[in-house]
């Protein structure tokens, strides 16, 4: 379109030294009003960030005029999490700036230290919606990426006396050179409020409206031109909510509340990977990024497409990143039907058409529900669309199942018992055309268990998609010296784009000189992390949750130290324990509490000091992870099998060379698939044992009674050993051990000690090892999210790329 051609030369911006210092120099001159005397760290970080910032406007403008003239058919990703990780490393990465920015910046690395995660979600989930926006935008994808702009993110971790304490994360306080605002282009929300039918239309009355503001990040792609958005909503009081009459009688607070109110909205980001039941203000977090999110697409579309709406569906697919936006489902309908008077069927299909749904879990208490009652008084429109939708499907399903009355319960978009809640991934599955798990296993039990009355009505909608890490920030940033010598070994960088290319690698795994570079840049990264450079590191790093079993490998720590102090002398080995606990988690918290306890015993040792140490690294985030992925040498993935559906960290971590002792669940199974079974220490459970074990009458106390070492490291937490000699002090981790042990950890206890000894007779013979090593980097390519957006494109969105001219 004629009025997006900029007419002008775009790369004004040159990149030569001088131009870059000129830049630089106007930044802290004309942005910030300071001088090259006066900068603080702050003022030069802000100076460079936008020095950067604007090499990258100049081709997000360029991307920008592309996308208008193809006019192409849309993504766009819906999430209420982005863990972007930091900006300045990879947008100078990515603009081939950082050489420059060296060269021009008096002190680089004070002022690269600037540099603040915004971290704005919790775990794998908001991390995969990160890694999936660099790689659409390195496969130059039209995609847009929506979501919350929370002024605290993920609370910060500290560790007090061993035990989990959390500080507000003000990720913004110094201000975020990388965002740019546009408040004009703000939405209208509503919530509460009646609905009334008005010449035989329904018509909601909101009884409350926000403003949503917008301001977005640039993602731009590896290796190209392109540079998509990602566009944050920010909760805002409309204009005259400060209450004046209040104010003037004195009434400070009072005057202000409506606009607390409001704000309130996007202040915090809900620290809980899994599930935190009925906050209403968490279902307003979700439907004001939707209501926002679905506004600011329709505008798009219909300004591009003259509002055609038989067009939609072609142009545009939303992807719903769990069910945390799902409520995108009945406020498309709302808006077709009752803004834009499209009837019922037409609006059903256009709506159905567009949207996906990923499901990240297996857990039956993680799949969100909402009451009824929470839903009516927030959003009375949306119940009555939402019973609208279930009415039709259950007449549906009644017609393929006649009588089976069973099927159409567990089946209705509402629960019944023991209160009404409208069943979110249920409305998920009706509303979209495909349905997808995050890796092979996980979709396979998806469709056999969790959902799977849904994949026996529709077989066809079920799908897997695999998850993927960017080999860019989980590698190349991460371990440049490790990237360096993938380069040089394959003779260029272009396995950056094309991770399949890792496979050159193969022949070096029988290397010796290659052997031995490759060990020593392991060790360097361990010095860097400030662990021991030649124990092993052995490292389970992720969000603490039961499941996921931090105290299975406690238990091995334990041993390991009995062992020790009984005189046998284990190859030594570092173990690295990080990851946030949901702060209500009280169960999790206490197992926090007590690795640090074993790891005050283990380090203050001398008797152990050459064996055994245990290290827990406050304040797990990107920035952290990538400093332990390049220096881990073991990958624990131990999690109970059928319960983790993916995980995304077993991937960085084999990218960079670690090998992984685990359970078959999740992408392990892919994992070892690929890099082979001699490359990978398998123990434990499989899913199907699991499940029936947990359904027989598992009796914990026999594993601990039967097993020496076992009954000896259960008894250590319970008899003072790590506690001062106070033998309540894990009361609650022992009783769940021996009387309910959830996730099966004492019925994995010696299979997991056999691997474990598997792993140490290996490391012994480091060449070995070290070939195993090489071979997990070497047959990983297939983790890159490169590949993953490869397989959303064809099985899901079908997009074109569109290439950016120079
Ligand atoms: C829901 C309701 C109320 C409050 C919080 C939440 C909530 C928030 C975050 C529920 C779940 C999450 C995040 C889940 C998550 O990170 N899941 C992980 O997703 C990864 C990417 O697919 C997988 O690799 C992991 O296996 C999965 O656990």
Redesign the pocket.
Known sequence: SPRHDPGVDLRALGNTPQDFARDLLSNLYYERGTTVESASAQDMYDSLARTVRDRLAERRARTAAAHYQANPRWLYYLS??YMLGRQLEQNLLYTGTTDLAREAVPDFDTTAAQDVEPGL????????AACLLDSLATMDLPAVGYGIRYDLGIFKQDLDAGGQVERPDDWAFQGNPWEFPAPDDNQVVGFYGKVTSVDGRREWEPAETVLGEPSHMLVPGYGTDTVNIVRLWRARAAQGSFDLTRFAHGQYAEAVADVVRSENISKVL?P??????G?EL?LKQQYFLVSCSLRDIIRRFSFRNDGNWDEFAAKTTIQLN?T?PVLAIPELMRLLVDEYELDWDRAWRITHDTFGY?C??LLPE?L?TWPVATIENLLPRHLEIIYEINARFLAEVSERFPGDVARIQRMSLVQEEPERRIRMANLAVVGSRAVNG??AL?SQLLAETTLRDFAELWPGRFHNVT?GVTPRRFVKIANPALSDLISSALGSDAWLRDLSLLQGLEPFAADDAFRARWREIKRANKLTLGVAPDFLTDVIVK?FHEYKRQLLKLLHTITLYQRIRAGETPAPRTVVFAGKAAPGYWAVKDVIRLINAVAATVNNDPAVAPYLKVFFPANYNVTLGQRIYPAADLSEQISLAGK?????GNMKLALNGAVTIGTLD??NVEIRDRVGADNFFLFGLDAAEAATLRSSDYRPRDYYERDDELRAAVDAIGDGTFAGGDRQAFGGVLASLLDRDEYLTLADFRSYLDAQAEVEKVWLDAEAWTAKSILNTARSGYFSSDRTIADYTRTIWGLDPVRVNP
């Open positions: 209420a999490e979600g919790n775990g794998g989930l908001g991390r995969l809900y809980d990977d899994s599930t935190d039941l906050r968490r769990d945390h990923t990240h879990t993680a969100e995050v890796a996980h998850n969000r983790e559906a993916s995980g995304t999740g992408a």
